[in-house]
C-alpha cells in the first residue's frame, strides 16, 4: 500500500513546525546516542538534523503503513517486484555467497550464480597470473567499455580499492565521444590489452560503438582481436554476433538491474584488478548488509534509518538536493555512482498504480570528496540561501601509515564542516572577529559578510577503513535506502522509463546531423542548431 496523501501532509507540517527549531538546542548529552546507528563496525550519526523523536516515530509509522517488511521479503525472495517490466530484483543473490536458495519462477538461481562467479575466479585468475594472454604476451591492461550501471560501478570501485589493485591496469571507456576512447585506446599496446565489453542489453549504442572502435584499433596489430575480447551481459546470441567466444561470455538474468550489477560479471574488472579473494570480500561486505538490513529493527537498521532521514529533508522538508562528501579521495566516482543509484531508481513522477506521486521524487544527489568540495562548492552549502543536507563519510583509518598526520587532518576536516554547518556564526561573533580592523557602518557590513546562519542538516557516516568488504557495505547500504525510500514514495525504484526518449529522438537525429535526413518536423530551435552544426 502506498503511504496515503494524508501522512504526506502530516510529514511536510512537522516539518514547517520545526523549520526554524534549532538543531544546537536539541543537542543534549543524549542526543548523539539516541540518534544514531552502529552496525558492521560502521557509525552512522544523524544527531546533526532537526529530526526528533515524535518526528522520527511518524515516519516509522509510514514504513508499516507502506509495508516495508512485506515489500523487503518480497524482493529478497525473487517476486516480480519490477512490475512494469515484470521482473524479480535480485542483485542480493549475486552476493548471497552462503548459497541459500532463492527461487525465481519455482526455480533455485544459486547454482547458475555461484557457477558463473566461480568461472569468472578462473578468467581472472588466469589474466593475473599470465595463463590467459594477448598475442604479445601477458595482459598489462584491461578496457572496460560500457556505460551508465555497465560502467559506474566497476569504475568506481577499481578507484577505491586502489591499494589492493595487484591485477593488470583496468581503464573505463563509457562516453561515445571519440574523445574519451582515443585518449584510453593511444596510450595502450594492443597486443597485451584485454577488452571487456560490458552490456546488459547489448544494444546501448555507446557501449557497441565503442566496442567496435576498440575492434577496428586491435585488428591493426592483432591477428585475431575477437580472442581478447570478453563480454557481460544477459544477451548471449548478441555477444556471439559480435563475435566473442562462449568461453570469455559472463552471463547474467535480467533480474539483475545494470545500476544494481557491479557484484556479478559487471564486476569482472575490478576483479581482475584486485583479485578473486578481495572481490569476494567486496561481496561478503554487502552480504553482511543485506542481513542487517532484514534482520534489524527499523530504528536500529541504517539502511532504514538513511532512508528515513532522507524522506525528512526532501519530501518532507523540501530541500530539493542532498550532497554526498566522502572525505576519501578514492572515492571520487562514489558520487557519480550514487547519482545513477538515486536517480534513476527514484526519479519516478508516477506509483506504481501509475498515478501522479502526492509528494516530490527523489532528491537531485551530487557531490565530490572533501577536502576539495570545500575549496568550490562549500561556499554555498554554508551561506547560500537554500538548505542542502550534507552526508559526510570518513574512515577512521587510511592506508598510508607513514602519512597518518594527513589522515588526522582529513577527519578534522569532515568534523569541523557539520560543525560548523550546524553551529554557525552569528552577527556578534562575526563583529568580534574583525572588530580590530573596521569600524562604524563599514564595520557592520563587514561582519554581516562574515556571519554563517548554522542550523544546517548533515549526517556522518563513519567507518573503520576503506577496505573492499567495507565498500562493500557502503554500496549495499545506499542500495537499501534506495529501496525503502522506493517503498515509502510507493514507485518502482527498478525501471528507467525516463532514459527511453532522448534515446530514441538522437537515433532519429543521427542521420539529420549527417545530411542525410532533413530537419522537417523538428522545431525551430533543433532545427537551426543543426542547421549551425552542418554549417
Ligand atoms: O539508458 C539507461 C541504461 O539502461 C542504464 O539503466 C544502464 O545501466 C545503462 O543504460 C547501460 O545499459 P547496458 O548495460 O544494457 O548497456
Same mark, same amino acid.
Given at each position: 500500500?502506498?503511504?496515503?496523501?494524508?501522512?504526506?501532509?502530516r510529514?511536510a507540517?512537522?516539518? @514547517?513546525?520545526?523549520?526554524?527549531?534549532?538543531?544546537?538546542?536539541?543537542?543534549?548529552?543524549?542526543?548523539?546516542?539516541? #540518534?544514531?546507528?552502529?552496525?558492521?563496525?560502521?557509525l552512522?550519526?544523524?544527531?546533526?538534523?532537526?529530526?526528533?523523536?515524535?518526528?522520527?516515530?511518524?515516519?516509522v509509522?509510514?514504513?508499516?503503513?507502506?509495508?516495508?517488511?512485506?515489500?523487503?521479503?518480497?524482493?529478497?525472495?525473487?517476486?516480480?517486484? @519490477?512490475d512494469?517490466?515484470?521482473?524479480?530484483?535480485?542483485?542480493?543473490a549475486?552476493? @548471497?555467497?552462503?548459497?541459500?536458495?532463492?527461487?525465481?519462477?519455482g526455480?533455485?538461481?544459486?547454482?547458475?550464480?555461484?557457477?558463473t562467479?566461480?568461472?569468472?575466479?578462473? #578468467?581472472a585468475?588466469d589474466?593475473r597470473?599470465?595463463?590467459?594472454?594477448?598475442?604479445?604476451?601477458?595482459i598489462t591492461d584491461?578496457?572496460?567499455?560500457?556505460?551508465?550501471?555497465s560502467?559506474?560501478?566497476?569504475?568506481?570501485?577499481?578507484?577505491?580499492l586502489?591499494?589492493?589493485?595487484?591485477g593488470?591496469?583496468?581503464?573505463?571507456?563509457s562516453?561515445?565521444?571519440?574523445?574519451?576512447?582515443?585518449?584510453?585506446?593511444s596510450g595502450?599496446?594492443?597486443e597485451?590489452?584485454?577488452?571487456?565489453?560490458?552490456?546488459?542489453? #547489448?544494444?546501448?549504442?555507446?557501449?557497441?560503438?565503442n566496442?567496435?572502435?576498440a575492434?577496428?584499433?586491435?585488428?591493426? !596489430?592483432?591477428?585475431?582481436?575477437?580472442?581478447?575480447?570478453?563480454?557481460?551481459?544477459?544477451?548471449?546470441d548478441?555477444?556471439?554476433?559480435?563475435?566473442?567466444?562462449?568461453?570469455?561470455?559472463?552471463?547474467?538474468?535480467?533480474w539483475?538491474?545494470?545500476?544494481?550489477?557491479?557484484?556479478g560479471?559487471?564486476?569482472?574488472s575490478?576483479?581482475?584488478?584486485?583479485?578473486p579473494?578481495d572481490?569476494?570480500?567486496?561481496l561478503?561486505g554487502?552480504?553482511?548488509m543485506?542481513?542487517?538490513?532484514?534482520?534489524?529493527?527499523?530504528?536500529d537498521?541504517?539502511?532504514?534509518?538513511?532512508?528515513l532521514?532522507?524522506?525528512?529533508?526532501?519530501?518532507?522538508?523540501? *530541500?530539493?538536493?542532498?550532497?554526498?562528501?566522502?572525505?576519501? &579521495?578514492?572515492?571520487?566516482?562514489?558520487?557519480?555512482?550514487?547519482?545513477?543509484?538515486?536517480?534513476?531508481s527514484?526519479?519516478?513522477?508516477?506509483?506504481?498504480?501509475? &498515478?501522479?506521486l502526492?509528494?516530490?521524487?527523489?532528491?537531485?544527489v551530487?557531490?565530490?570528496?572533501?577536502?576539495?568540495?570545500?575549496?568550490?562548492?562549500y561556499?554555498?552549502?554554508?551561506?547560500?540561501?537554500?538548505?542542502?543536507?550534507?552526508?559526510f563519510m570518513?574512515?577512521?583509518?587510511?592506508?598510508?601509515?607513514e602519512?597518518?598526520?594527513?589522515?588526522?587532518?582529513?577527519?578534522?576536516?569532515?568534523?569541523?564542516?557539520?560543525?560548523?554547518l550546524?553551529v554557525?556564526?552569528?552577527?556578534?561573533?562575526?563583529?568580534?572577529?574583525?572588530?580590530?580592523?573596521?569600524e562604524g557602518?563599514?564595520?557592520e557590513? &563587514?561582519?554581516?559578510?562574515?556571519?554563517?546562519?548554522?542550523?544546517?542538516?548533515?549526517?556522518?557516516?563513519?567507518?573503520?577503513?576503506?577496505?573492499?568488504?567495507?565498500?562493500?557495505?557502503?554500496?549495499a547500504? *545506499?542500495?537499501?535506502?534506495v529501496?525503502?525510500?522506493?517503498?515509502?514514495?510507493?514507485?518502482?525504484s527498478?525501471?528507467?522509463?525516463?532514459?527511453?526518449?532522448?534515446?530514441?529522438?538522437? !537515433?532519429?537525429?543521427?542521420?539529420?546531423?549527417a545530411?542525410?535526413?532533413g530537419?522537417?518536423? !523538428?522545431?525551430?530551435?533543433?532545427a537551426?542548431?543543426?542547421?549551425?552544426?552542418?554549417?
Amino acid at each position: 500500500m502506498p503511504v496515503s496523501a494524508d501522512s504526506w501532509s502530516r510529514l511536510a507540517a512537522a516539518a @514547517n513546525s520545526v523549520s526554524d527549531r534549532s538543531i544546537l538546542a536539541l543537542m543534549d548529552a543524549e542526543r548523539a546516542g539516541a #540518534f544514531s546507528v552502529s552496525a558492521l563496525g560502521m557509525l552512522f550519526d544523524y544527531s546533526k538534523t532537526n529530526l526528533d523523536a515524535g518526528t522520527r516515530d511518524m515516519l516509522v509509522a509510514m514504513l508499516d503503513e507502506a509495508g516495508l517488511a512485506e515489500r523487503r521479503d518480497a524482493m529478497f525472495g525473487g517476486a516480480a517486484i @519490477n512490475d512494469t517490466e515484470g521482473r524479480a530484483v535480485l542483485h542480493t543473490a549475486l552476493r @548471497n555467497l552462503s548459497g541459500k536458495p532463492v527461487m525465481v519462477d519455482g526455480q533455485d538461481v544459486m547454482p547458475e550464480v555461484l557457477a558463473t562467479l566461480d568461472r569468472m575466479d578462473a #578468467f581472472a585468475a588466469d589474466v593475473r597470473e599470465g595463463r590467459f594472454t594477448g598475442q604479445g604476451g601477458a595482459i598489462t591492461d584491461v578496457v572496460n567499455i560500457g556505460i551508465g550501471g555497465s560502467d559506474l560501478g566497476p569504475a568506481m570501485a577499481v578507484q577505491a580499492l586502489s591499494p589492493y589493485a595487484d591485477g593488470p591496469r583496468c581503464h573505463f571507456v563509457s562516453n561515445v565521444d571519440g574523445a574519451h576512447i582515443h585518449d584510453i585506446l593511444s596510450g595502450l599496446n594492443p597486443e597485451t590489452t584485454l577488452v571487456i565489453v560490458a552490456s546488459k542489453t #547489448f544494444t546501448t549504442i555507446e557501449t557497441m560503438t565503442n566496442a567496435e572502435t576498440a575492434r577496428d584499433w586491435m585488428a591493426e !596489430k592483432v591477428s585475431d582481436p575477437a580472442a581478447q575480447f570478453a563480454a557481460l551481459s544477459t544477451a548471449a546470441d548478441k555477444t556471439a554476433a559480435f563475435g566473442i567466444d562462449e568461453s570469455r561470455v559472463f552471463g547474467f538474468e535480467d533480474w539483475v538491474g545494470g545500476r544494481y550489477s557491479m557484484w556479478g560479471p559487471i564486476g569482472l574488472s575490478l576483479m581482475i584488478a584486485v583479485g578473486p579473494d578481495d572481490f569476494r570480500a567486496f561481496l561478503q561486505g554487502a552480504e553482511a548488509m543485506d542481513t542487517h538490513f532484514r534482520e534489524a529493527a527499523p530504528l536500529d537498521n541504517m539502511a532504514v534509518v538513511l532512508a528515513l532521514v532522507g524522506v525528512w529533508h526532501n519530501q518532507g522538508c523540501g *530541500y530539493a538536493t542532498r550532497a554526498v562528501l566522502p572525505y576519501e &579521495q578514492r572515492l571520487a566516482r562514489l558520487p557519480a555512482y550514487l547519482q545513477q543509484l538515486e536517480m534513476e531508481s527514484n526519479g519516478k513522477r508516477v506509483g506504481m498504480d501509475g &498515478q501522479p506521486l502526492p509528494c516530490d521524487s527523489g532528491p537531485v544527489v551530487w557531490g565530490e570528496p572533501g577536502t576539495n568540495g570545500q575549496h568550490a562548492f562549500y561556499q554555498l552549502i554554508h551561506q547560500g540561501t537554500r538548505v542542502i543536507p550534507c552526508e559526510f563519510m570518513v574512515g577512521r583509518r587510511g592506508h598510508e601509515p607513514e602519512l597518518a598526520h594527513q589522515h588526522r587532518l582529513l577527519v578534522a576536516n569532515c568534523l569541523a564542516q557539520s560543525e560548523a554547518l550546524m553551529v554557525g556564526r552569528d552577527l556578534d561573533e562575526a563583529r568580534a572577529k574583525v572588530a580590530g580592523q573596521f569600524e562604524g557602518e563599514e564595520l557592520e557590513r &563587514q561582519a554581516s559578510h562574515r556571519v554563517f546562519p548554522g542550523n544546517r542538516p548533515s549526517t556522518t557516516l563513519v567507518y573503520d577503513q576503506l577496505t573492499p568488504a567495507v565498500l562493500g557495505q557502503i554500496v549495499a547500504l *545506499y542500495e537499501h535506502r534506495v529501496f525503502v525510500e522506493g517503498v515509502l514514495l510507493g514507485i518502482n525504484s527498478y525501471d528507467q522509463w525516463g532514459v527511453e526518449l532522448g534515446k530514441e529522438l538522437a !537515433k532519429a537525429l543521427d542521420p539529420v546531423v549527417a545530411g542525410e535526413a532533413g530537419t522537417e518536423g !523538428k522545431d525551430a530551435s533543433t532545427a537551426g542548431l543543426v542547421a549551425f552544426i552542418r554549417a
